[in-house]
Nanobody, 123 residues
Framework: QVQLVESGGGLVQAGGSLTLSCGVSGRTFSFSAMGWFRQALGKEREFVAAISWGGRIIKYTDSVQGRFTISRDNAKNTVTLQMNSLKPEDTAVYYC????????????????WGQGTQVTVSS
């Protein structure tokens, strides 16, 4: 059994910051790539950021580049998304995910998902 649990979502004013955390537990192989996707109401789930096992490969979608920072602590089995300069268009449910192999941008390539945490940015 593998579980991913996100936390840290909430309501924030535009320009503010939030930090999302994802804790991973259960019996599984280590994930070579972990990341965050988000899904706004009425829209498809989209890639936000991903990080390789050792943290040397990091990818962001263009819309969050320079504002969001992804990191991971393998000893603690956690992945973090630091979100700064938040915009109303960042409003979505944010999901933590992991997979074997290389980072990919399609949500269908990832194996395990958390339940999601709501991020709402007011204007």
């Amino acid at each position: 059994q593998v579980q991913l649990v996100e936390s840290g979502g909430g309501l924030v004013q535009a320009g503010g910051s939030l930090t999302l955390s994802c804790g991973v537990s259960g019996r599984t192989f280590s994930f070579s790539a972990m990341g965050w996707f988000r899904q706004a109401l009425g829209k498809e789930r989209e890639f936000v950021a991903a990080i390789s096992w050792g943290g040397r490969i990091i990818k962001y979608t263009d819309s969050v580049q320079g504002r969001f920072t992804i990191s991971r602590d393998n000893a603690k089995n956690t992945v973090t998304l630091q979100m700064n300069s938040l915009k109303p268009e960042d409003t979505a449910v944010y999901y933590c995910t992991g997979k074997t192999g290389a980072i990919e941008y399609d949500s269908s390539a990832y194996i395990y998902w958390g339940q999601g945490t709501q991020v709402t940015v007011s204007s």
